[in-house]
Nanobody
Framework: QVQLVESGGGLVQAGGSLRLSCAAS????????MGWFRQAPGKEREFVAS????????AYTDSVKGRFTISRDNVKNAVYLQMNSLEPEDTAVYYC????????????????WGQGTQVTVSS
């Protein structure tokens, strides 16, 4: 059983940056691909980015390519999402998730989820 705790959310002006962190415990971190998702008010949760166990492979939804970067530290059991050039449309609760297919960069089928951290981008 993997426990995930996100942090780093907050209020930022459009064009600004935030770095989200996700701390994992209770499992072998390198056995999991990791992902970030977000859910805006009134919308379904959507895939944002994913990273394979060693960090060699990453995937992004089109709307964040070139602005967001996912990374991980398998010593610290943590995954990060660096968000630059933030837009009001990025406002959402951001969730960290773990997937059992460690060598892939999946967009669905995640097994474990954190509680989320709020990101609000003002115009």
């Amino acid at each position: 059983q993997v426990q995930l705790v996100e942090s780093g959310g907050g209020l930022v002006q459009a064009g600004g940056s935030l770095r989200l962190s996700c701390a994992a415990s209770g499992g072998t971190f390198r056995n999991y691909a990791m992902g970030w998702f977000r859910q805006a008010p009134g919308k379904e949760r959507e895939f944002v980015a994913s990273i394979s166990w060693g960090g060699a492979s990453t995937a992004y939804t089109d709307s964040v390519k070139g602005r967001f970067t996912i990374s991980r530290d398998n010593v610290k059991n943590a995954v990060y999402l660096q968000m630059n050039s933030l837009e009001p449309e990025d406002t959402a609760v951001y969730y960290c998730a773990a997937h059992g297919l460690a060598t892939s960069v999946p967009r669905t089928g995640y097994n474990y989820w954190g509680q989320g951290t709020q990101v609000t981008v003002s115009s």
